[in-house]
């Protein structure tokens, strides 16, 4: 079993920054890359950045392109997401999740190709 908890959400005004991470624990797994996903009120769960674990690269979805920025420490199995200038449509509950899969970046786009999330965070951004 692998466990991930999430940190660094909380409540900010349109335009602020917060910095989300999420740490890993528990039994080995071939991880091939770690995601963020945010789930809405009455909204499905989307995808929102992915990280490949071999090469640190980085995939975003197309509304947080410039805005968010999500990186790794190898070292210490964490995963980070920088979110800057951000808008009320932000809010949601964000998670974590950890992938063994492989393919193209739209492949880590899809919430049931990951094996195992964390709780969730909330972020809420005020108008």
């Known amino acids: 079993q692998v466990e991930l908890v999430e940190s660094g959400g909380g409540l900010v005004q349109a335009g602020g920054s917060l910095r989300l991470s999420c740490a890993a624990s528990g039994r080995a797994f071939r991880t091939t890359a770690m995601g963020w996903f945010r789930q809405a009120p009455g909204k499905e769960r989307e995808f929102v950045a992915v990280i490949r674990w071999r090469t640190s690269f980085p995939y975003y979805a197309d509304s947080v392109k410039g805005r968010f920025t999500i990186s790794r420490d190898s070292a210490r199995t964490m995963v980070y997401l920088q979110m800057n200038n951000l808008e009320p449509e932000d809010t949601a509950v964000y998670y974590c999740?950890?992938?063994?899969?492989?393919?193209?970046?739209?492949?880590?786009?899809?919430?049931?190709?990951?094996?195992?999330w964390g709780q969730g965070t909330q972020v809420t951004v005020s108008s």
């Open positions: 999740g950890v992938s063994g899969g492989s393919g193209a970046d739209s492949f880590y786009t899809v919430a049931s190709n990951y094996d195992y």
